[in-house]
């Protein structure tokens, strides 16, 4: 029987279905940020919706907690080319977030906001339907710091950069407007499964 080669068990034919072109699995969970993880606090957290700089809506973390919530799990791609399956998270979607603040989304894009000063833009389609939710939990507990917690946009579909950790609202606006890595060469739309990673592709 053959010693299996340094590169490591070639994935079955079951993993290699899951996994868009040019990505790799992982076990871990890797820690990729701009900058050292700031400190969130659940107190005096707030979740606001904005439309350019006036507020739509906003909960406390005590309110959000009263929102109706959801279990999602399912596989995350990161554009530097891992990807981790079967990760599991529950939080609120963003159709319940809507429907919370009583709202119609006014506008087909908007900007995720963190607390780091991250920004990410995604069309607001793409979080409709049940395809996107801030998290709150993942693995069942309560988000680790290093990966967004307390709370994190989560758009599993689109590459990982689209789901902005230590989030504290979406901003509608009337055009699709390039967010941090976007403006720094990154797609404007990061479908893993069409391999967009950076403007041209
Ligand atoms: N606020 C914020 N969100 C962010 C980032 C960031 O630097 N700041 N990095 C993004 C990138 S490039 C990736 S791949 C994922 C990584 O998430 P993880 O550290 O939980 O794996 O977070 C995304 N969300
Ligand atoms: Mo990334």
Redesign the pocket.
């Known amino acids: 029987m053959a010693t299996r080669g340094f590169t490591g068990r070639p994935p079955a034919a079951a993993i290699r279905e899951r996994l868009p072109p040019g990505q790799y699995l992982t076990e871990d969970?890797?820690?990729?940020?701009?900058g050292p993880t700031p400190r969130v606090a659940t107190e005096g957290w707030r979740f606001t919706l904005r439309q350019g700089s006036r507020p739509l809506a906003s909960w406390s973390w005590d309110e959000f907690a009263q929102l109706p919530r959801t279990r999602w799990s399912g596989d995350i791609h990161?554009?530097?080319k891992w990807s981790k399956f079967d990760t599991a998270w529950e939080g609120v979607t963003f159709d319940d977030i809507l429907a919370a603040a009583g709202l119609a989304a006014p506008t087909g894009f908007l900007l995720a906001e963190?607390h780091?000063d991250?920004t990410t833009n995604v069309p607001v389609a793409d979080l409709t339907g049940g395809k996107a939710m801030v998290a709150t939990l993942y693995d069942g507990k309560p988000i680790p710091p290093?990966?967004?917690g307390p709370a994190r946009l989560l758009v599993p579909h689109l590459y990982?950069?689209k789901?902005?950790?230590?989030v504290k609202g979406l901003r509608f606006t009337e055009k699709d407007e390039a967010g941090f890595?976007e403006l720094r060469g990154y797609h404007m739309y990061g479908d893993p499964w069409r391999e967009q990673r950076f403007s041209g592709d």
Not at 29 to 34: A, G, K, S, Y
């Open positions: 969970f890797p820690v990729l940020q701009l990161c554009v530097t963190s780091d991250y290093d990966h967004g990982f950069w789901s902005a950790k230590w890595w």
